[in-house]
């Protein structure tokens, strides 16, 4: 069963920053399409920024200019750096890997931004 492991969440003041981790496996890693995804409590879940396979990026507009994707192909790995995070950024995110043939989710990381 594919995999895909989060790392990285928990609790920053306003204005911090946080750096998740999202690692698949190499068997679908190079070919996926990559992308964060959060849900706050009653609230449905939203993509927060993606990542081709060929390293082409898009942002929702709520996290432009402060949150940066990345993927590194050597570590079968995608980050998303979150910088100046506010009470509203508080939710569980998601990783997503979509292949041509699959999609795929991890289990979750909760960030909370609370002073």
């Known amino acids: 069963q594919v995999q895909l492991v989060e790392s990285g969440g928990g609790l920053v003041q306003p204005g911090g920053s946080l750096r998740l981790s999202c690692a698949a496996p190499g068997s679908i890693f190079s070919m996926a399409a990559m992308s964060w995804y959060r849900q706050a409590p009653g609230k449905q879940r939203d993509m927060v920024a993606h990542?081709?396979?060929?390293?082409?990026?898009n942002y929702a507009a709520s996290v432009q200019g402060r949150f940066t994707i990345s993927r590194d192909n050597a570590k079968n790995t995608v980050y998303l750096q979150m910088n100046s995070l506010n009470v509203e950024d508080t939710a569980v995110y998601y990783c997503?890997?979509?292949?041509?043939?699959?999609?795929?989710w991890g289990q979750g990381t909760q960030v909370t931004v609370s002073s």
């Open positions: 997503r890997a979509l292949t041509p043939s699959r999609l795929y």
């Open positions: 990542v081709t396979s060929a390293g082409n990026t």
